[in-house]
């Protein structure tokens, strides 16, 4: 999904990309499907990111989706599952919010202040599993998120996607 059919564009001939079901959604759902998405599969790299769902934040409670306690033990999760696959791993951090834009457009909330909270808090959980972090959420904001964030405030535009994709396939080149 987003940039992943570019990467597989730019990759082709080199690797074979593959991305899970659908989308992997919050922690708490790729925290319980991870294990059955890598059955069958021997990756060499993974490139992995949670976030953007987990920030959710509902306007009737005002509590995100997934609270910050309950998204560190969720990645911690994902990251023994990914590690045992024995494949080199990539944390991409989650891409800023255009908040004026989603607000418009979603029936929930999402703050640029929650993205960077889990941020942090990921970069500290992942560190010592993964072969690089692939801070996307500054090549955003270099390249201009304004204008690279689509309509709803999250997604990107073609032109976004193609950017963040060129970043992903070079940083996955560099592990395989």
Request: glycine share 6%; net charge negative; with cysteine.
């Amino acid at each position: 999904m987003g940039y992943a059919p570019r990467v597989a564009e730019v990759l082709a001939g080199t690797a074979e990309v593959v991305h899970n079901p659908g989308n992997a959604g919050d922690t708490d759902h790729t925290a319980a499907e991870v294990g059955g998405w890598l059955a069958d599969a021997r990756p060499d790299v993974v490139h992995f990111n949670c976030g953007l769902h987990d920030i959710k934040v509902s306007r009737e409670t005002h509590v995100n989706q997934v609270p910050l306690p309950r998204y560190r033990t969720n990645l911690e999760a994902i990251v023994a599952a990914l590690a045992a696959s024995k494949a080199a791993l990539i944390w991409a951090t989650t891409t800023p919010v255009v908040e004026s834009r989603h607000t418009a457009m979603k029936e929930f909330d999402r703050y640029n202040r929650d993205v960077d909270a889990y941020n942090a808090a990921a970069v500290g959980i992942v560190a010592p599993a993964v072969q690089a972090v692939n801070d996307l959420h500054a090549v955003a904001v270099a390249r201009g998120s304004e204008t690279l964030i689509d309509a709803d405030g999250v997604h990107f535009t073609d032109a976004g996607y193609r950017i963040l994709a060129d970043v992903v396939a070079e940083r996955l080149m560099g592990l395989l």
